[in-house]
Nanobody
Framework: QVQLVESGGGLVQTGGSLRLSCAAS??????VGWFRQAPGTEREFVAA????????YYTESVKGRFTISRDNAKNTVNLQMNRLKPEDTAVYYC??????????????????WGQGTQVTVSS
């Protein structure tokens, strides 16, 4: 089992920044992804990072604005979000995949999920 806990969400104005963190405990974790879900929508892929941190992948709408990184010594994965837009408003979840990779973009590829953290971007 891997337990994941997200933090760092909040309310920010358009153009602002937030840094989300995902802390892991339990057994080893591998590739990690961030997803988000706005009310009335499906949970969608945002970004993912390989176990080593050498490989990352982003959905098109966040490229150049969001950066995913990890510190395996601290068992954390971060999502730095810059130039935020109202359409980034959602609950953000981190998830780990045992057999997937940084190219895993489907929710069913992930085994463990955090409880989510709310990000609200005001216009």
């Amino acid at each position: 089992q891997v337990q994941l806990v997200e933090s760092g969400g909040g309310l920010v104005q358009t153009g602002g920044s937030l840094r989300l963190s995902c802390a892991a405990s339990g057994r080893s974790w591998y590739a990690v992804g961030w997803f988000r879900q706005a009310p009335g929508t499906e949970r969608e892929f945002v970004a993912a990072i390989s176990w080593s941190g050498a490989y990352t992948y982003y959905t098109e709408s966040v490229k150049g604005r969001f950066t995913i990184s990890r510190d395996n010594a601290k068992n954390t994965v971060n999502l730095q979000m810059n130039r935020l837009k109202p359409e980034d408003t959602a609950v953000y979840y981190c998830a780990s995949t045992t057999y997937g990779s940084s190219r895993s973009v489907q929710t069913h590829e992930y085994d463990y999920w955090g409880q989510g953290t709310q990000v609200t971007v005001s216009s």
